[in-house]
């Protein structure tokens, strides 16, 4: 049978390579829609996890992994030599930045080049992890050319970002529209075709540079936006005016106006880097990125204004930071998810621990702190109770988890330093609340 009515019927296989935050949900919805897949991973203990029914995703929920095993049509593996058996081939390996904030593809050429070793014709590959425009065309395309196959007519070859919100409940995944650019017309429409089996709203666009450019933009508007409301706190809280009434009042109006809220700085694998792709491709045709930079310089110094909030808040109590206990809230980036990448809550903790305070953290998600790219500072949660909030000298607000009590919070804690505006609802004596 030929690709086109692989894809029609639903018969084609699905390998999805990179079993993180992106690819996990994305074999789910191709499983769901009645596709076989198979899960691909350099990393042999999520696989064998998922072979044993497990999810290592709180947010997805523990059950969808072992169903997947049950229906059939579910394999995981670390044999790459495997990606033959599939028809469709999806990415969604990590674009991290390297040390010097330089974009780091080399998971995707090393993937390119595992597809590579083993592509047949009648094979349609889509690119998903987040990069600057061009990467499809100049860094895939490529590898998988080097064998003598040719794209477009032998293969297939599109970007399709992910849009993924891990934790966010208010939209259904599979109803956010998904877009498909090819790196040709044929490859636009076959991806075009595949993805419309699995998600209820594909929108093609005319080439893989726009719908990656696309991505781009979405996570620079974040960023930018973040920032403008971050330098805004900044100023209004210096002139005793509430930023978070402010951001309320301007968001009565209809139109013209997106809500954005300040908070302690940027986490999580996309808006803190994905922007920064776009300023190193962008030295290729001579232009700086102005808007990223200083978007960039304003939201990476909230962590440092957090930390000079909870001393000068400690301060005005006669205490100093040094030798003061510190409990941190929420070290997950954002509500209800237990990724902690580039979470501002662990720049936090660092910052006051080289100052010199004792720091500990309660984070209902996040047992205990994991190894990350500049950090490693080997935590374990400790447990929220009236007692523990009575121990400390002063509380900071990083992440407001739907698990937290505030009142009880408001109600024991000596000291709040609140950067989300978590406390806004509380009753009672609010001279104890400081909001950073
Ligand atoms: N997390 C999100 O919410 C989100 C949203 C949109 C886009 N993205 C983008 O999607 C991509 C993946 O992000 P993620 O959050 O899923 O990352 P992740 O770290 O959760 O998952 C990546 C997976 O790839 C695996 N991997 C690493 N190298 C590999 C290789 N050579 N071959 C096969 N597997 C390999 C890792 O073991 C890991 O399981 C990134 O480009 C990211 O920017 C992420």
């Known amino acids: 049978m030929e690709l086109p009515e692989l894809i029609a019927s639903r018969r084609a296989r699905v390998g999805v390579v990179g079993l993180g935050y992106v690819g996990l949900p994305l074999i789910s919805a191709f499983h769901r829609a009645g596709f076989s897949v198979i899960g691909f991973d350099v990393d042999g203990t999520k696989v064998d996890k998922l072979l044993r029914g497990q999810s290592y995703l709180r947010h997805l929920g523990e059950t969808f992994v072992a169903q997947m095993l049950e229906a059939g049509r579910f394999d995981a593996t670390i044999e790459f030599e495997r990606l033959e058996e599939a028809d469709a081939i999806c990415i969604c390996v990590p674009t991290p930045l390297g040390v010097h904030n330089e974009p780091d593809l080399s998971y995707i050429a090393q993937t390119s080049e595992a597809v590579a070793r083993s592509l047949r014709s009648g094979q349609i590959i889509a690119l998903e992890s987040t990069s ?13 050319e080097a064998g003598g196959l040719r794209c477009g007519h032998d293969f297939f070859l599109a970007f399709s970002p992910e849009r993924e919100d891990p934790g966010n409940r208010a939209h259904d995944p599979l109803s956010v529209s998904k877009l498909v650019g090819g790196i040709d017309p044929a490859s636009t429409a076959l991806a075009t075709d595949l993805y419309r089996q699995a998600y209820k709203n594909v929108v093609p666009v005319s080439s893989a540079e726009v719908a ?34 402010v951001i309320r009042a301007a968001s009565t109006k209809p139109f013209g106006f997106q809500t954005f809220y300040p908070g302690p700085g940027l986490g999580g694998h996309c808006i803190p880097i994905d922007p920064f792709y776009l300023t190193w491709k962008a030295r290729e045709v001579g232009h700086p990125t102005r808007f990223i930079e200083l978007a960039g310089e304003i939201n990476r110094a909230m962590p440092e204004y957090v930390v000079r909030r909870t001393a000068l808040a400690l301060n005005e109590r006669n205490k100093s930071l040094r030798g003061s206990a510190v409990l941190v809230l929420g070290v997950a980036y954002k509500p209800n998810i237990d990724d902690v990448r580039e979470s501002p809550g662990i720049e936090v903790i660092e910052r006051l621990l080289r100052l010199g305070a004792k720091v500990a953290y309660n984070d209902p998600h996040v047992p205990r702190t994991p190894k990350m790219r500049r950090h490693d500072l080997g935590l374990s949660s400790v447990p929220l109770s009236l007692e523990t909030l009575q121990r ?27 950067t989300r505006n978590a406390m806004a609802g509380v009753k009672g004596d609010r001279e104890h609340i400081v909001q950073a």
């Not at 065309?137 to 590898?143: A, D, F, G, Q």
């Open 392 to 418: 400390y000298d002063c509380v900071i607000i990083i992440t407001h988890h739907d698990a937290y009590n505030w009142q009880m919070i408001a109600d024991n804690a000596r000291l709040i330093v609140d």
């Open 132 to 144: 600057y425009p061009g990467t499809t065309r100049e860094v895939v395309l490529p590898r998988l």
């Open 212 to 245: 990656e450019s696309a991505k781009l933009l979405e996570n620079i508007y974040r960023a930018v936006n973040i920032a403008l409301v971050n330098e805004l706190k900044l100023i209004l809280t210096e002139m005793d005016i509430d930023v978070w009434e």
